[in-house]
Every structure is written in structure tokens, then in C-alpha cells.
């Protein structure tokens, strides 16, 4: 009976070391480039480019940390413009942080969710990896929007999540009504270094 016990514990340690190690990404040399992917919250709107938070997280890490943010822009022209930043950056990461205009402006979740996904498989068809961060919704409440977490449960990639959600529903890390000031960007690194730390890629 001790026998059957044990075989059963060690095959639920093994299945359950595949599936911690499955959820991680593969380690970033020295030299290796991250492209930070989004709209004006990726930009660094609100504060000055060097205090964005792509290049706050390039001296956290000490990696080089490409911004490409473009303020403005809602989810269907980012899936357009990704892959071929992707073949000019050529970077190791993504990090997806895209929506806020779509939410903004009320346009369809079903549509913000493809071309999300669209955006991942542009990076994946490369052999990119990818690390998506939530935004929230619209409302009273520091939320993030729900099909942030489908998302990146269905594509089996990290997800920041609730950070941004509470930067920009404080008054302290705000410079305007949507966008944060260059601490609440220094929150958004460190909290984007904390998960590439916490899924060993650096």
C-alpha cells in the first residue's frame, strides 16, 4: 500500500514540476532585446521618453528595451503594425500591453480579444516570446477587463496583472485623466521585472 502511495506522490511531483516548468520563459542573455508593445501608456505619455516605463525597465534589468509604444493607437492597427517592428527589432520578448484605446472608445471585447491574439501569434510564428500585461476596464473599480486573463490562460503566457489597474486609478501616479506620471511608469518596471524575475527569464 506504502508502494502505491508513493508511485502516486512522485507521478503528481512529476506532472506538476512539468506544468510549473511549461509556465516558464526561456532565460534572456545579457544582450538579448525586449520590445515593449502598446499604445501612449507604452509611449510613456505624461512624462518625458528616458521616464517611460520601457526605459525605467532597461536599467532595472539591464537589458535593452525597445519602446514601441504608439500613442493613440487602438488594438486592430497595432496587429497590424507589430510583425514588421518584430523583423526590424528582431527582439527575444514582447511585452503586450495594448487595449486602452479600444476600451476608451467602447469598441468590441470580442474584437480587442483576435487581435490580441493576433499580435501573440505575429510574435510566436518567430519564435518570440511573449508576456501580456491587463488593462483595465471602465468603471469605479481597479479592474482589470476579463478577457485579459481568458487570453493568456488560453495562449499559456504570463500575465501582469492588477498592476496597471491600480496605477491609474490612483491620483499619485497619475499625470492626467488616463496616463501615469514617470513614478507611476517606475511602479509599471518594476512590477514587468518582478515577472520576468518571477518566470526566469532574467
Do not use: W
Amino acid at each position: 500500500m506504502a508502494t502505491v502511495i508513493q508511485f502516486i506522490l512522485l507521478f503528481l511531483i512529476v506532472i506538476l514540476s512539468g506544468c510549473e516548468q511549461g509556465e516558464q520563459l526561456t532565460p534572456l542573455r545579457p544582450d538579448d532585446t525586449i520590445l515593449a508593445f502598446g499604445d501612449s501608456l507604452t509611449e510613456g505619455v505624461g512624462t518625458r521618453p528616458e521616464l517611460s516605463y520601457p526605459a525605467q525597465l532597461a536599467r532595472l534589468i539591464g537589458r535593452p528595451v525597445v519602446n514601441g509604444g504608439k500613442a493613440g493607437e487602438v488594438s486592430e492597427a497595432g496587429a497590424r503594425r507589430l510583425p514588421g517592428l518584430l523583423d526590424e527589432v528582431k527582439p527575444q520578448l514582447v511585452v503586450l500591453c495594448h487595449g486602452g484605446n479600444d476600451i476608451l472608445q467602447k469598441r468590441s471585447p470580442e474584437q480587442l480579444k483576435d487581435n490580441l491574439r493576433r499580435m501573440y501569434e505575429a510574435a510566436n510564428q518567430r519564435g518570440i516570446q511573449v508576456v501580456m500585461i491587463a488593462v483595465p476596464q471602465l468603471g469605479i473599480l481597479a479592474q482589470d477587463l476579463e478577457l485579459y486573463a481568458d487570453l493568456a490562460a488560453e495562449l499559456k503566457i504570463p500575465l501582469l496583472q492588477e498592476t496597471l489597474a491600480d496605477l491609474v486609478f490612483s491620483r499619485d501616479f497619475k499625470s492626467d485623466m488616463v496616463h501615469l506620471n514617470a513614478q507611476g511608469y517606475r511602479k509599471l518596471a518594476e512590477a514587468v521585472a518582478d515577472l520576468l524575475l518571477q518566470y526566469r527569464a532574467i
